[in-house]
């Protein structure tokens, strides 16, 4: 959610910034802007709309600098403009200033800066700040650092900010609350961003900083670092973390976006979230980073499972998981609902976090609620020294590599495929399944990466199911227990992406209503693998039939019941029951896709949507 690049140094800025904002386009992507030093003066270009139009805006511009900020937008308050675009100016000129995350007093702050005279250019939060800032620094006479850090103090909600001032024209001031900011340390230079993407070309070495820090960020000279929550406002010793990614992680690596390449990595992001977690002979299977708290998950009363969007399908699979392995049980929420209503947590229960970015702010709400109730609180991220990392308790990282795409692919599978892990360590540990069960689902864990890549070979065919459904204005995805959070996941790509309507049902809930919306015109996308319910799948298959509805279903190999009642029908490899959600998801993943290219959709960066969804 809105993306953050800022560099002082001896390098030319301006290419730095640039190239950082396409790397954290991801972030938000309805219009951008820099703001560059230039003979002691601030020079702010802005443009609504990609990345690439602001570049083009500046390509005859003088951007000659070595010290700018840069920001891509995701809008909240006001649409997107170029007076919403950050950078944000002080009256005199003398402060720019970029923002992420949300200045939830923003209403009384600008009466009062209006009742005292400054008049506001655009509809944004985040304007507030620059005369905040600007005011509490004429009125107490302080360096800027000073008054930056008195003017927050004034500001309730979520804040990652850069600013630039004209005061010292080397300098940058950096602050975070709530939403991520990273300095990347190089020789005589910096470089800073709200995560790794546009840092990790010029360095690895990166200070990760906490909420109420705020930084004076000068080159050739160490960082200062002071927080808003200790009252001497003593400096605080950095602390340099090595930034756990590489370059060609973030490249298109010959895909033609972002997205397919992920859908096909990730036999191997399953492979990576596995890896070293099974021991040889397949006795033990255990992850590292919850050893610790393994005993309170054994006797855990209840684990409850917090997420969003597609992490939230994840919690809703690791359901039947825990439920059926370790027979303790669970309730899967919402995050942003779970937090407002007053939930029953006790100190016997664990709390699972689900999240790619682990920036989620509902998530990490939900996480410091169930920290007060004194839960044992567990975190299952993509990103590695993220806000979800470092506030749980414990936890496990999914290694599935960046995820740039905002529609999450790979990323679900190894959320999936850890929290399939950890079910299996605790049913083993407490002894809830049989040796021979375990054996067989960690057996049938390790062949989900050649079982995926049997499906990537049928992209060709789903290309052609993509023909169809591309035309039509509605979708309906069916499954039944462990494919039920498939089909929600199947309909959520399918929305996302392409934009037509979709509806993901438990397939025997379609009488009670989704039932009215069938007919000839209707493609209903049936999860119909081996199952226990298999049968009744196939009776709910006859419903669909017999109001005309098109049958496009994905069975297991060999099927041929389902197969005859389809207009099109995907065969996955055989897999355990519990495990078919790592393989039936990625055919609905690749339709989505497809459907998306025909109706010429932007499939990286789908319209209004954002990755890190940093603001609740
Ligand atoms: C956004 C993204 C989704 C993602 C959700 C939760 O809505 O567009 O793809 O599933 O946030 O994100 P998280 O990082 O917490 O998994």
Sequence with gaps: MCGIVAYSGYNEAYPILINGLRRLEYRGYDSAGVALMQDGKITLYKKRGKVSDLDEFCADKNTE????????????HGEPSEEN??????????????????????????????????TFKSETDTEVLV????????KENLPLADAVMLALTRVEGTYALAILSTDNPDQLIVAKKGSPLLIGVGKNEYFIGSDGAPIVEYTKKVVYLEDGDVAVVTPKKPLVIRNINDEEHLRKRPYFQKLEMSLDQL???????????????????????????INLKKDVVSLGGIIEYESKMMN????????????????LVAEYLFESLIRVPVEVEYASEFRYRNPIIHEDDVLIAISQSGETADTLAAVELAKRHGATVIGICNVVGSTLARETMAGSYTHAGPEIGVASTKAFTAQVTVLALMALSLAHKTGTISR???????NDLESIPDKIEMVLKQEQFIQKIAQFVATRPNAIFLGRGVNYPVALEGALKLKEISYIHAEGYPAAEMKHGPIALIDEHMPVIVVATEQQTYDKVVSNIQEVIARK??????????DTTVKNMSKFCIEIPHTEELLTPLVATVPLQILAYHVALIRGCNVDRPRNLAKSVSVE
């Design 300 to 315: 855990a009363k209840r684990f409850i499972i917090a997420a969003c969007g597609t992490s939230w399908h994840a919690g």
């Design 85 to 118: 675009a950050h950078p944000h100016l002080s009256e005199d000129g003398s402060i720019a200033l970029i923002h992420n995350g949300i200045v939830e007093n923003y209403v009384s702050l600008k009466q009062e800066l209006q009742r005292i005279g400054y």
């Design 131 to 138: 005369h905040l800032i600007k005011d509490v620094q004429a």
């Design 251 to 277: 490249e298109k690596g010959g895909f033609e976006t972002y997205m397919l390449k992920e859908i096909f990595e990730q036999p191997k992001a399953i492979t990576d979230s596995m890896r070293g977690r």
């Design 65 to 76: 600098s070595h010290v700018g900020i840069a920001h891509t937008r995701w809008a909240t």
């Design 549 to 558: 509805g098109t049958v496009i279903s994905v069975v297991t190999e060999g």
């Design 436 to 442: 021979s069960q375990y054996h067989q689902l960690v």
